[in-house]
């Protein structure tokens, strides 16, 4: 599986920005997708996660509410839509994949298999 990443960059805040991961696998539909972000000086952090079926529902606290993260199983895509950015959102964002994920462990990102290469995006204020 290889994941690409598509879409950061620089921003005001209170601005908006659209992450794209897209997979090369024939059963993308198999994977949860996930998107973690690292801050400068900071270890890497859970943004939000899809599992396989469609549910869209996992989030850090810190970005509930402004951050939706959605995907489309028939072109292997996961995205990450961000608005109401903040400077402290500034971060490579990472996309993630994996299948065998559950409830309890899908904020873990050791339990993600596959990473994509990450993209920056800087949120000034």
């Known amino acids: 599986v290889q994941l690409q990443a598509y879409g950061g960059g620089f921003v005001q805040a209170g601005g908006f920005v659209s992450l794209s991961c897209a997979a090369s696998?024939?059963?993308?539909?198999?994977?949860?997708m996930a998107w973690f972000r690292q801050a400068p000086g900071k270890e890497r952090e859970f943004v939000a996660a899809c599992k396989q079926s469609g549910g869209c529902t996992y989030y850090a606290d810190s970005v509930k509410g402004r951050f939706t993260i959605s995907r489309d199983n028939a072109k292997n895509t996961a995205y990450l839509t961000m608005n109401n950015l903040k400077p402290e959102d500034t971060a490579v964002y990472y996309c993630?994949?994996?299948?065998?994920?559950?409830?309890?462990?899908?904020?873990?990102?050791?339990?993600?298999?596959?990473w994509g290469q990450g993209t920056q995006v800087t949120v000034s204020s």
């Open positions: 696998v024939r059963t993308f539909s198999s994977y949860t």
């Open positions: 993630a994949a994996g299948n065998r994920l559950i409830s309890s462990t899908i904020r873990y990102e050791h339990m993600y298999d596959y």
